[in-house]
């Protein structure tokens, strides 16, 4: 077992470094570049970085060590253990799933071997990929919206005829053009909520 514990010279681990680096600079395009600068969401920078991170691991270790592992009942098998964890996690929007989603593929392809099949090509594909979110992000999403989560403590106008004295009061506080509030949170003990603001930017 631990035969070849020192050994680095086997050529499967110089290619998953390879493929992992490779990985890493379409993650970083998709994740940072691309889904921050248009979410401005940090707390979930992290989290994706990290799933895409273990997935692609954990594909290339499972078609390295275990050789007759299909690499269909793998991905298959990502999407299902990942969409469980997105179930008991908190709720995302759509467009965050959508970005989940797309970091799962990504890590998932370069994790594969790439025997018989050109390096340029799975490049090219990462390529189209993260283009395809910078496209549909720029061209598709008309109106930029940031969001914030606040403590609310005028428990009052949280009720549905409040709604555009809500939006003024929150306004005026904030200094910004609020569009939309989304209630995440009443904790009616301490008498305040916790609110998701969006303003338009």
Known sequence: MFDNFFNLNNPDFWAILVRFVINLIFLFLLIRVIYFRYSKKER???????MGIVIF????????????FSQVGMAIGLFAIFTILRLRTSNFNIKDMAYVFTVIAISAINSFKWSGFPGLGVLIFNLIIVLSAYILEEFLTKTKFGTHTIIYEKLELLKPDHNQKLLKDISERTGKNIRRIKIRKIDFK????????????
């Open 190 to 201: 301490d008498e305040e909520a916790l609110l998701d603001i969006y303003y338009k930017e």
């Open 57 to 68: 691991f954990i594909g290339a270790m499972l078609k390295t060590v275990f050789e007759s």
């Open 44 to 50: 979930y920078v992290f989290s994706f970085f990290l």
